[in-house]
Nanobody, 122 residues
Framework: QLQASGGGLVQAGGSLKLSCKAS????????ISWFGQAPGKDREFVAG????????EYSDSVKGRFTISSDNAKNTVYLQMNSLKPEDTAVYYC?????????????????WGQGTQVTVSS
């Protein structure tokens, strides 16, 4: 089970930190990724990590602005979002899979958190 939190309303250029707390599976095993879904659009990969392999991936649109990290003791994965833009506005979901690598397609993930709204005003 995954529980996402930390969304909110922020001005362009601001920051937010999302949290995804996992129960059952641990963040050490498998992959936990963040996806964003803007109104009327498909759910898109933002960032993901396979901690056991030290593998992290980011979408091109967030590289250099967002950072994914984990706290094993808290079984939580974070998404630090800096230099936010209005186009980052979306509902953000965390998701878990054991599929090899760090898949970017939502269909490869079989556990999803409930989503947290991020709204960036211009």
């Amino acid at each position: 089970q995954l529980q996402a939190s930390g969304g909110g309303l922020v001005q362009a250029g601001g920051s937010l930190k999302l949290s995804c707390k996992a129960s059952g599976a641990t963040v050490r095993s498998g992959v936990i990724s963040w996806f964003g879904q803007a109104p009327g659009k498909d759910r898109e990969f933002v960032a993901g990590m396979r901690r056991s392999a030290g593998k992290i991936e980011y979408s091109d649109s967030v590289k250099g602005r967002f950072t994914i990290s984990s706290d094993n003791a808290k079984n939580t994965v974070y998404l630090q979002m800096n230099s936010l833009k209005p186009e980052d506005t979306a509902v953000y979901y965390c998701a878990y899979t054991t599929v090899i690598g760090v898949p970017e397609q939502p269909l490869h993930y079989y556990y999803w958190g409930q989503g947290t709204q991020v709204t960036v005003s211009s």
